[in-house]
């Protein structure tokens, strides 16, 4: 199947507007980076309590962030109004990711619960362990091991792809294509932090699938400007990527396409 139709872009020709567009992005997102300190880690790195609890109908996310303004629990009072309040799956649903708290009894959790509980008895199933769906606590010894697993995952998987794509072309080929990778990865980080996102373990398995697909086009050009090479020693190298780049666009949008909508479905349906 060919979606696109023979095309002779010049994309060449545009990579300095690309130079400055990605500079751009990639300038923000470290701007953005160094003003909050690093990026917004979830409590699965920074160790804490995820709550998930539902409510007989829809619930004001609003009016539980103002409950929880103030907990007592064993005479110690938190705030957890600032604390990441969402409601997922049905609408009835809320999830709440509560970071480490310093000094925090043992029955935290369950105490946040009981707190929101009595707070809203119009709202709530009438045994209190129908309005539990979930409770996972991440000690921040657990939560910092993950964040070095997480850190060494992505390092070990650029580090791979250099020795193949050194072995299948050259040795250039792979810087180029480590580049493009570690470019992709700084971007996406960088919205990140500019939207406020955290990120979570899915976040980072989202990071490597990021990888992947892209690694996966690379390789495709790398093989189209491969053969071009042999075939168009006339043509200058600018004009062998143009040509290489035209004759596998068609597969990339097409890839690219059926990629979205995967994740466009898992994003409407999958919950969270």
């Keep these: 199947m060919r979606l696109i139709k023979e095309t002779h872009i010049k994309f060449m020709d545009q990579r300095r507007f690309a130079f400055v567009l990605s500079a751009v992005v990639i300038l923000a997102g470290i701007g953005s980076l160094v003003f909050q300190g690093g990026p917004k880690l979830s409590i699965d790195f920074k160790g804490g309590t995820m709550i998930a609890v539902t409510f007989n109908e829809e619930v004001d996310i609003t009016q539980v962030r103002t409950s929880l303004s103030l907990v007592n629990v064993e005479g110690q009072t938190f705030d957890l109004s600032k604390e990441e309040i969402k409601s997922f799956g049905d609408p009835s649903n809320i999830s709440i990711r509560i970071s480490h708290q310093e000094d925090e009894p043992d029955n935290f959790a369950q105490s946040v619960i009981n707190h929101i509980y009595k707070t809203f008895p119009e709202l709530v199933p009438p045994e209190p362990k129908d309005f539990i769906l979930i409770i996972e606590k991440v000690g921040p010894k657990i939560g910092s091991e993950l964040r070095g697993k ?3 995952a992505v390092i070990s998987a650029l580090a791979l792809i250099l ?4 072995i299948r072309f050259e040795f250039r080929f792979a810087l180029g294509a ?17 939207l406020g996102y955290e990120i979570s373990l899915s976040i980072i398995a ?11 086009d690379t390789i495709v050009i790398f093989d189209r400007i491969r053969e071009n090479v042999k075939k ?3 043509e200058s190298y600018a004009e062998t990527v143009d040509h290489s780049i035209n004759e596998s666009l068609s597969r990339t949008v097409i890839t690219s396409l059926t990629s979205f909508l995967v994740v466009l479905i898992l994003w409407l349906f999958g919950g969270e």
């Design 150 to 152: 997480a850190i060494m």
């Design 163 to 166: 020795l193949y794509i050194s």
């Design 178 to 194: 480590i580049a493009a990778l570690v470019h992709d990865i700084v971007v996406t980080v960088g919205i990140f932090s500019i």
């Design 206 to 216: 989202a990071f490597l699938t990021i990888v992947g697909y892209s690694l996966n």
């Design 232 to 234: 168009r020693q006339r």
